[in-house]
C-alpha cells in the first residue's frame, strides 16, 4: 500500500472559497451580514477532488493520501480568535466530507484555530472535535502563527504543552507546517515553509520535549527543511550545546516526509536519515505543480525519486507504509 | 592553492570584546564616558589568530583565508546608527591588522554598519573605507537587521541599490550574512543562518536584480542554506512564478561556499550545483568545532570532504581557487 503523508485540499469548491472572502471581508467591515457557507454538493466536492488529487494520486500509484486543508489559506497572521475558530472548523468539515466520500483514499488531518499571541485553548478544542467527531488521524500544528516575524514561542515552550496533552491522549501525531508569509523577504513556499521546518528541529534539538512527552510525534515537511543537507552541522551543534546525540534524543519521536522534488535530494534524505524515519509524500497539489524539463516528469512525482532509490521492497515498504501506519495509528486502526 | 572563502575572526583579542561590552554600556546609559579602545599589541593579534584559524589552516593544508568580523557579533538589530558605525569601524579595523601582519593568509572582508529600518549611506561610506583605506577585498551583507523579525525590505528592493552601485564600482563580492537571532524561535546558528541564505536566494528567484546589475556577485555560505538539497524545488517555482531558468537567470552571479559539515552533503552540493559555482570554506572557528565520532575527524574540516569528492584536479582547483579569484578580482590583484 502506498500512503502519501502530506495533502492540502488546494482546489477546494467555489462556495468554500466565497465563505471565505465573505468571512473577511466581514473583519474589515462588521456592518456587513454575518457570512453563510453556501452548501457544495457532493457532487462539487467529488469532482474537486476526483479530477485533482485523486486523479494524480491513482496516476502515480498511490492508494491513500493523509489530507488537510490548504495550508496558506490557514493564514493565522489574522488576530481575531472567532474568526479563526469558524475558518478551521469550515475548513475541517470540507476535509471531512472527503474523507467521508472517498474513505479508502483520504484520511483527514485537521486545520487549528490559531493566532498572533492566542491562547492554544481553541486550538486543543478544535483538534478534540476533528478526532472524535470526524475521525481525523492528525493535525497540522502552525510554529509562526505570525506568519514568517516568527514572534511565538518555541515548540518546546509549556504555551504549547495542552496541545501535546491532547495530542498525546489521542495517540495522533502533527505536521510542522506554517501559513503563508506576511514578509515579501520570506516568499511562502520557496522560503518560509523551508525555514519553519529547519528552525523547529533545532528548537527540538535544543529542548527536551520529548523528555516530557515521550509518545510524542512531529512530522517535519519538506524532507526536514534544510536540516537532512546538514546533518553534520545539527549533530555538530547538538555537541556544542551539550545535547544528546540526534539520534536517541529526536528521533524515536521526528519523522520527516518525501517532498524533496529531485532524486538527489530525495537520496541524500533516505542516505542520511534512514528508512525508518522517512514518510513517502508529495504535497500535491503543492508548491511546485509543473514538468521537470530535465526528467520529462512531474516535478511532485516523488514516488519516481523513491521507486529508484529504493530498490530493496522492505525499505520501500517502510517509507511508503509501514511508518506512516506507525506514526499515525488512527490510520492504521480505520483501515483495519 | 587552497583559499577558504569563508572565515570569521570570532578569537578577538579582549580588549575588542571590552570596548563592546563599554559601547553597550554606554547605549543604555548614556551619562557613562564615551569608550576608548585599549590598543591590542601586535603580539597579541597575532597570537589570537595563531592559535585558532591561522593554525587550523596549516593543520588542514589551507593556504589564505577571507576573513571578516565575527558575525553574530554585528548585532545590527540595535538601532543607533552611531554605535553602528563605530562598531563596524573597530571591527573592521581589527581585521585589517590581521591581514596586515598576515599578507599571505588572511583578506579582508567588511562588517557593514547597517541597522532595522537604517539608511543604507552608512554602509556604503564603510564599504567604500575599508576597500580603499583597508585593501579589503569583500563585504558582508545582512538581509535582516532586525534579528530574525524579517523587517527589511527583500534584496531585490531598491533600498540596496547605492550599496550594489558601490559594490559594482569596486568589483567587489558580497555574502549574505546575518547576525544574531532575536527570536528564541530561531537559534542564531542552527536556524537563522540557513533560513537567511535560503530566504535571499528565493528573493533573487522572484526579483530581476542581475539585469539591473549584470556584475553585481553573491556568495550565500552555509552551502546555501536549503537551497541545493531543494533544487527541484526552486527550478520549480521558477517555472511556476514564470521566471527565467536558474541557470541562467541567476547563477552568473550567486555562489555558494562548502560550508557543509558532513560528506554526503558537500556531495549534494557539488553534484547538483556544479563545480563552476562553489566556493570552498570551512565557517572556522564558526558554529560547529567538535568531532565528529562518526569520522573522527572535526565537522568544519570540509577540505577532507571536498578532497574526497573532487578527484579530478581541474575539478578541485576551481573549488580550492579559481572560483575565488575570479569571484573576488581584488583578491586576486592582492596576490598578485
Known sequence: MIIDCHGHFTTPPATHTDFRKAQLARSADPDLPE???AHASDDEVREAVETNQLRLL????GDLMIFSPQASAMEHHLPDPEV???WARTCNDL????????????????????TPGGEITDAVAELRRTVSELGFVGVNVNPDPSGGHWTAPP??????FPLYEAMVELDVPAMIHVSASCTPAAHTLGAHYLNADTSVFMQLLQGDLFGRF???RFVIPHG???VPYHWGRFRGLADRLGRPPLAEHLMANVFFDTCVYHEPGVRLLLDVIGTDNVLFASEMLGAVRGVDPTTGHYFDDTKRYVDAILTEPAAAQAVFERNALRVYPRLAARLS
Chains 1, 2 share one sequence.
Open 95 to 114: 476535509v471531512a466530507r472527503v474523507t467521508d466520500l472517498f474513505p479508502a483514499h483520504f484520511a483527514g488531518v485537521a486545520q487549528l484555530p490559531q
Open 224 to 226: 526536514g527543511g534544510a
Open 58 to 61: 491513482r496516476e502515480r500509484g
Open 155 to 160: 515548540m518546546t515552550d509549556e504555551y504549547w
Open 84 to 86: 479563526a475558530r469558524t
Open 214 to 216: 515521550p509518545t510524542l
Open 35 to 37: 457570512p453563510v457557507l
